[in-house]
T-cell receptor, first 111, second 113 residues
């Protein structure tokens, strides 16, 4: 089955800096890659996603890049703010079963 | 108010007991999922259902059971066969398969006492 690895497990940045979280996947059939944000005590919520026919997608301060050849994708957050502090999960979908999630990255933005 | 609702928020179970976690959605979604969340391990798939009266095992189905008798409901039973049930359980739903946005419930924290 699909396996998704996510790095780093924790990330601390200063407010205004950029943050990058990286994920790799194992199944070349994966075609959908969402990112979820889970604030403390709350449910995960989708923040951005990308499909395999696109190399990059941007939404204001967040962007996702996909390299199908290398089987990795990344989340980029620019101009980080304290409200960006949360746990971020990447995921991959092969067209079978359900989403496979990474282990999560705890992002802390220091004011 | 549309959404996906899990109950209870907190649940305590004695060893040897079965407990059932409720998950209800009014989003008219076909697909529903159960994930288990442990610190440092992300979300691991327990069971999923893409249509009423059908469900499939995920990666960690042992010790769990589900039913999907109604489109809106996907209850999860944690049986006494689950050796380490203390965890945070998340239910989710999506319109069709896994390539559409998944909406999560607020979760149930299960503790074995």
């Amino acid at each position: 089955g699909e396996n998704v690895e996510q790095h780093p497990s924790t990330l601390s940045v200063q407010e205004g800096d950029s943050a990058v979280i990286k994920c790799t996947y194992s199944d070349s059939a994966s075609n959908y890659f969402p990112w979820y944000k889970q604030e403390l005590g709350k449910r995960p919520q989708l923040i951005i996603d990308i499909r395999s026919n696109v190399g990059e997608k941007k939404d204001q301060r967040i962007a996702v890049t996909l390299n199908k050849t290398a089987k990795h994708f990344s989340l980029h957050i620019t101009e980080t703010q304290p409200e960006d502090s949360a746990v971020y999960f990447c995921a991959a979908y092969t067209g079978r079963r359900a989403l496979t999630f990474g282990s999560g990255t705890r992002l802390q933005v220091q004011p | 108010d549309g959404g996906i609702t899990q109950s209870p928020k907190y649940l305590f179970r004695k060893e040897g007991q079965n407990v059932t976690l409720s998950c209800e959605q009014n989003l008219n979604h076909d697909a529903m999922y159960w994930y288990r969340q442990d610190p440092g391990q992300g979300l691991r798939l327990i069971y999923y259902s893409q249509i009423v009266n059908d469900f499939q095992k995920g990666d960690i189905a042992e010790g769990y059971s589900v039913s999907r008798e109604k489109k809106e409901s996907f209850p999860l039973t944690v049986t006494s066969a689950q050796k380490n049930p203390t965890a945070f359980y998340l239910c989710a739903s999506s319109t069709t398969g896994g390539d559409t946005e998944a909406f999560f419930g607020q979760g149930t924290r299960l503790t074995v006492v």
